[in-house]
């Protein structure tokens, strides 16, 4: 397993040892896209549970309890885990792909229109 921070690791490494801890159990049989994307949403709706009836202010708060900052910690660890795995099956290159993601994004919200709002493009 790996032990390093974000600065110091590649995306690449973190998506061969989630591939390895796969291969290993012989879970890739089971990680189909269909199954992996139902294993995002299962896991985000577990994210969000720890933030149910939590106003904006409250949900930081809650980050300042050390048993809820890891159980939060370990479900958005459970969500990138299934998305590198659907990226590793898919042949998806996460870096191409969120660079294109960004790109479009810009298109869609530029600065002179989007700062300090939260409306959707269409309604900028």
Do not use: C
């Not at 974000?6 to 159990?25: C, P, W």
């Not at 577990?46 to 159980?71: C, I, R, T, V, Y």
């Not at 294109?100 to 919200?109: D, L």
């Amino acid at each position: 397993m790996i032990d390093q921070q974000d600065q110091e690791i590649t995306l690449q490494k973190i998506k061969d040892a989630v591939q390895a801890f796969a291969s290993e159990r012989d879970w890739e049989q089971f990680h189909t896209p269909k199954n992996l994307s139902m294993a995002i949403a299962a896991e985000a709706a577990e994210l969000m549970e720890h933030f149910l009836w939590h106003d904006g202010q409250q949900s930081f708060e809650a980050l300042d309890n050390p048993k809820k900052h890891q159980e939060i910690a370990e479900e958005l660890a459970d969500i990138i885990i299934y998305a590198l795995e659907f990226a590793n099956i898919t042949k998806l290159d996460v870096a191409t792909i969120i660079q294109a993601k960004m790109k479009a994004n810009a298109e869609k919200y530029p600065v002179e229109k989007a700062k300090g709002r939260a409306d959707k493009y269409t309604e900028l």
